[in-house]
């Protein structure tokens, strides 16, 4: 933060902070008055709010990914992807699996970084859009890379952190293309620093934009502290965590720089440079980062392929195909495998456009799912994991409206329902639980009897006195699923499924053998729970 009470105008001349609080405040507004800012700020908070938890983490975070199916099918493809091998990807059925293997925080990067590119696609300067984009995601799987090589505990914070590093920039082009061409056309024909240019038409640097957007959005801190800059010069190496992710985004921001806009003779100095520049801070070789480099290019290719960025198409993205960057060692002689400047490369026939989506409801969705259920059935403390597993094929193998899962509460001798997938889950969870104790209504009934139930048409003057008043007041369902879980004969849980129209819920003959395999495995997690719990 500024500790003066001024900021400096392009002259240098200082104005009042709250003046200058004013025309952050309406360059911020006019943002919000674009037709689709709204959109965007309302889907990115909304999975920046959700927090780790045990219970609520996986499906609330699933939940906001699945409500938009073409991020669910262009998230599971990349964390399908060979970058994301390493970490346990590669074989991913179900975002619930993701976030079980890669982590929260990964698949919340993940989701966010492909918000931002289904955003641009319908901007009219999409092109210059995607170049800036993907120059923020070479940058962001180049912090990765590099990170694993020096503090390794941060990669997926690195990439995050990286990715939006300049969210002002992107912002920029977004919502004032206007005033953003001005800000370009000045660097080049004035020779400014993009400080200097947007404080000339702005008032302000671009990265001051990103951070009022990024505090609106939720973004936690260390990502804001990410966005800004270092002073030149040789760089020590930080003691906190958020210093660190800095030095990773600017570091991985001036070596992408420097490939968009240096020349194959001189690449290998200009690289060097920026080497010496971040030695003390981060301990690596040259040889270490043209790996990474390299490492960094065959991800950044496959992720164009399945996010259908065509590189041919974005200058940035030709840059990066036709650069093969060679290994000098401290004389300027080659170290091995020369990579330098081709016009033609196989790397150029490996940026392959991405398959067409998947269906919706198909049934190997439910088949992929059990490949998911049974890995995490196997892995140590399961039950979390596979019973969300579990509820998402479901969901999006059998396209219900809502799935939930409900546990039996000893104390209170209740059926609660604990998480599950569907629009406005967050409303109808605290309102189904009902006791276990008589038979006097239909979900009563099915659970101590341990009988599935289907309900074809809920508004039926016959079936409607069955089914409990705190069902028909706080879950508009016309048919509904009821499937028990029993061990041993007692009651433990129970999976509801719901769809908004009559008679729309039936299963063929392999959907049953299906249905009767998930639930089985959702007694043997439970089975498994109670085996180790003490």
């Known amino acids: 933060m500024n500790p003066s009470p001024f900021h400096l105008d392009a002259g240098g001349d200082k104005i009042p902070d709250e003046l200058h609080r004013k025309m952050l405040e309406i360059l911020l507004e006019r943002f919000r008055h674009e037709k689709d800012f709204p959109s965007l700020s309302e889907s990115v908070i909304t999975i920046n709010r959700i927090v780790s938890s045990e219970w609520e983490s996986i499906s609330s975070l699933s939940n906001a990914i699945l409500k938009d199916f073409a991020l669910t099918n262009k998230l599971l ?134 951070s009022a957007v990024a505090c609106d959005w939720h973004f936690p801190e260390q990502i804001i502290h990410s966005m800004e800059t270092l002073p030149p010069g040789p760089m020590q190496l930080p003691e906190a965590n958020q210093d660190k992710l800095r030095m990773l985004a600017v570091f991985a921001d001036e070596l992408c720089t420097t490939i968009a806009h240096t020349g194959c003779r001189d690449m290998p100095r200009e690289i060097r440079n920026i080497v010496e520049r971040f030695a003390d801070g981060l301990p690596l070789t040259e040889k270490q980062l043209l790996e990474a480099v390299d490492a960094t290019l065959d991800d ?95 969901y999006r193998g059998l396209e219900f409206r809502r799935v939930l899962l409900c546990t039996v509460d000893a104390q209170e001798n209740a059926m609660v329902a604990r998480f599950g997938f569907g629009p406005a889950i967050e409303d109808v969870l605290p309102h189904f639980r009902f006791p276990l104790n008589g038979t006097t209504d239909l979900f009563q009934a099915a659970v101590n009897r341990g009988v599935d139930v289907v309900i074809s048409n809920a508004a039926d003057p016959h079936m409607r006195e069955r089914i409990p008043a705190w069902h028909r007041k706080h879950i508009p369902a016309q048919t509904f699923a009821l499937f028990p879980l029993k061990i041993e004969g007692t009651p433990v849980g129970m999976i509801y499924v719901d769809k908004a129209q009559a008679g729309t819920i039936h299963f063929n003959e392999t959907e049953k053998k299906l249905l009767r395999t998930l639930r089985n495995q959702a007694i043997l997690a439970m089975k498994q729970f109670i085996r180790i719990t003490p």
Do not use: W
């Open 77 to 210: 493809k990349l964390v399908n992807s060979a970058a994301y091998i390493p970490y346990g990807g590669g074989n991913i059925s179900t975002v619930s699996r993701a976030v079980a293997i890669l982590g929260f925080d990964g698949v919340k990067s993940i989701a966010l970084t492909l918000l931002i590119l289904d955003h641009l696609e319908s901007k009219k300067d999409a092109a210059h859009l995607k170049n800036e984009f993907l120059h923020a995601l070479f940058s962001a799987t180049l912090a990765r890379e590099v990170s694993e090589r020096t503090f390794a505990r941060c990669a997926e914070e690195a990439f995050v952190c990286s990715m939006f590093h300049n969210l002002g920039r992107l912002l920029a082009m977004f919502y004032l293309s206007d005033e953003e061409e001005q800000i370009r056309r000045l660097m080049v024909d004035q020779s400014l620093s993009e400080d200097a240019a947007a404080l000339q038409v702005l008032g302000m640097p671009l990265r001051e934009l990103g």
């Open 300 to 394: 950044v290719i496959e992720y164009a392929n399945i996010i259908q960025l065509n590189l041919h198409d974005i200058p940035f993205g030709q840059r990066i195909s036709q650069t093969i960057v060679e290994p000098t060692d401290a004389d300027g002689q080659p170290i091995h495998n020369a990579r330098g400047c081709a016009t033609e490369s196989s790397r150029e026939e490996e940026a392959l456009y991405a398959d067409s989506p998947a269906e919706h409801g198909n049934p190997t969705i439910l088949t992929a799912g059990l490949s998911d259920i049974s890995e995490a059935l196997v892995e140590e403390n399961p039950l979390n994991d596979a019973l969300h597993i579990i509820l998402e094929t479901l």
